[in-house]
């Protein structure tokens, strides 16, 4: 059975609970609502998310949501058998990371490959981590750029408000120009197939996809910084949804699920 398949297949399931329980008529709370986790809107998980950050998230009109990978199938997943339909927000980042969104009410969790960082739990609560990444320089092919130190004088891309940026500043050599900031990958990717910049300093998920797609471009050093994803919740506010979601990470881990999802997007690493 394909992993789309076992999606549509819990969908259907969902649905039937769904109409078993709309037969009920003694007045309590219709299942599915998820009045129990105090939602944006009833009956919906709302997923706040940096689109696009390949294969974690991206569009895919053929899904429930309208979006694909790693983060947005897990989701879907978990939506799924807590019998909630998924809505997806495309955010930015770092007003994500900072908790700015969820004090908008913008959503309900956001899943957009954060990494689990004590100044980030002062204003966001986190899910139990589900994925572990490397930071990752990504070249173009024969630019002489085997290294941080090799990018004296040049120009690095980043994204503004991640662990990549974080790592760059730490490490670059000094003279090496300032990073570069980007809003999203969805920028700083174009900005290195045009030359603006000589290479991108991030997560190694999205460096790995863009080597893949395009021969012009190569990872030529990864660094372990002990990175853990998380997804993210309003800090303080939402325990009983916090509590559901580890648990459903926990099921899938349990089911089979969560390796078929893994072997789908990291098939490198599941090798």
Known sequence: MTTRTLRL??????????????????????????????LVQDGTLTVCSDIPYPPLEFEDPDSPSGYGGFDMDLMQA???????????????????????????????IGASAMTILDERKKNLDFSDPYYDSLQSLLAPVDSGIQSLDDLSGKTLGVQQGTTGQRYAEENLPDDAKEPQRFPSDGELWPA?????IDA????????????????????????????????????????????????QLQALRDDGTYDELYAEYFPEAAS
Not at 25 to 36: F, H, I, L, Y
Not at 208 to 224: G, K, L, M, R, S
Request: net charge negative; aromatic share 8%.
């Open 9 to 38: 297949t819990a969908a259907a399931a969902s649905a039937v609970l769904l109409l078993s329980a709309c037969g009920d008529d003694d007045g309590g709370d219709t299942a599915g609502s998820g009045s129990e986790f105090d």
């Open 78 to 108: 978990i939506a799924d058998n807590l019998e909630l339909e998924m809505a997806v927000r495309d955010v930015g980042f770092d007003a994500l990371q900072s908790g700015t969104i969820f004090a908008s009410g913008q959503c309900d």
């Open 192 to 196: 290195l197939q045009a030359g603006n």
């Open 200 to 247: 991108i300093l991030q997560d190694y998920p999205p460096n790995y996809v863009h080597a893949q797609d395009d021969p012009n471009f190569e990872i030529v050093e990864t660094y372990e910084t002990d990175e853990q994803y998380g997804f993210a919740f309003p800090k303080g506010e939402n325990q009983a949804l916090q509590d559901a979601v580890n648990e």
